[in-house]
């Protein structure tokens, strides 16, 4: 009983972050957000969380902005 609820609270945390990160956008990017990402991430660190897109760098999440600060969205 023990291991099964462990088990649960481990899927419920995986479950949890991959919400917070969101799914791999496929490359190549749109270019607005190529254009508008850091020089020092990579494409494969682009996400798409509820329509928007974010980048992870050194393990926090970011929203992708264009230059004028509005979040960068599909």
């Known amino acids: 009983m023990k291991k099964l609820l462990v088990a649960s609270a481990l899927l419920a945390l995986a479950t949890s972050t991959q919400a917070q990160t969101g799914q791999p956008v496929p490359l190549p990017l749109p270019p607005k957000v190529e254009s508008n990402l850091p020089g020092d991430v990579a494409g494969q660190d682009v996400r798409l969380v509820k329509g928007c897109y974010v980048y992870i760098y050194e393990g926090e999440v970011f929203p992708l902005e264009d ?5 960068i969205c599909k």
């Open 67 to 71: 230059a004028s600060g509005k979040q």
